[in-house]
């Protein structure tokens, strides 16, 4: 049987701070090797749903890119769930940025510090703007 690698650190070892998260946290995250429990079946608790985005939403986020010509619904899925992971991660992060100015409201500026704090959010740099 071959031997599986845990992304979670061993015992006695301090898990990184909210800016220092590394790349192994969020796939453990998205792969549902933490310390949360497995979501369940939706036949278990009714009204139970195992992604918080609107599966078909994100499904046609994904047909409205020209290069994809099919997308299983497992894929969707994951999509959604990784989409989760992200938008949770960088709120955690930005909101660890309001709590160093005293603060518990998010602002543009916590997301614009978060997003250079941190190396996963590089590509975002410059690229978020807010129209109004």
């Known amino acids: 049987m071959p031997q599986t690698r845990s992304l979670q650190p061993a015992s006695g070892v301090r898990p990184p701070s909210g800016l220092q998260r590394s790349f192994a946290d969020i796939?453990?995250?998205?792969?549902?090797?933490g310390a949360a429990p497995q979501p369940q079946a939706p036949t278990s608790a009714p009204g139970a749903r195992l992604s918080r985005l609107p599966l078909a939403r994100v499904k046609a986020l994904v047909k409205a890119?020209?290069?994809?010509t099919l997308a299983g619904q497992e894929a969707i899925f994951i999509l959604a769930r990784a989409a989760e992971?992200?938008?949770?991660?960088i709120a955690k992060d930005a909101y660890c940025c309001a709590q160093q100015g005293k603060r518990k409201t998010l602002q543009r500026r916590d997301l614009d510090n978060a997003i250079e704090a941190v190396d996963e959010f590089a590509f975002l740099e410059g690229k978020i703007s807010i129209s109004g």
Do not use: R
């Not at 890119?65 to 994809?68: C, I």
């Not at 992971?85 to 991660?89: A, G, N, P, Q």
């Open 27 to 33: 796939l453990g995250k998205l792969i549902g090797e």
């Open 65 to 68: 890119d020209p290069d994809v």
């Open 85 to 89: 992971l992200f938008v949770e991660t």
